[in-house]
Nanobody, 124 residues
């Protein structure tokens, strides 16, 4: 099991930017499939972006063109750069990991490991 810890959340005005980080435990980190999900109150959790060496990056429609997922395997860390944030981006954001790269083929697949989540609030 991979231990995941998110950071970088907070409050920002519409049009602003945030960068989320997800640090994985070095002893269990797997550089296979990593992803970001989010969940707003009253809504189901939804996939935002995923990254793997084999399949590259994958984005949800709301994230395309505004968010960028990246990874630094030397630091066991995955990032989500979020630009041009909108109020509807407000949510708890979760980092997820899976030992199978095929999991990164779809944001609807089940992921093995999850972080505790971090809050992002976009409001004027």
């Amino acid at each position: 099991q991979v231990q995941l810890s998110e950071s970088g959340g907070g409050s920002v005005q519409p049009g602003g930017s945030l960068r989320l980080s997800c640090a994985a435990d070095a002893t269990t980190y797997s550089n296979d499939c990593m992803a970001w999900f989010r969940q707003s109150p009253g809504k189901q959790r939804e996939g935002v972006a995923a990254i793997s060496i084999r399949f590259g990056t994958l984005y949800s429609d709301p994230a395309k063109g505004r968010f960028t997922i990246s990874r630094d395997d030397a630091k066991n860390t995955v990032y989500l750069q979020m630009n041009d944030l909108k109020p509807e981006d407000s949510a708890m954001y979760y980092c997820a990991a899976d030992s199978l790269e095929n999991t990164c083929r779809s944001l609807y697949n089940r992921f093995e490991d999850w972080g505790q989540g971090i809050l992002v609030t976009v409001s004027s």
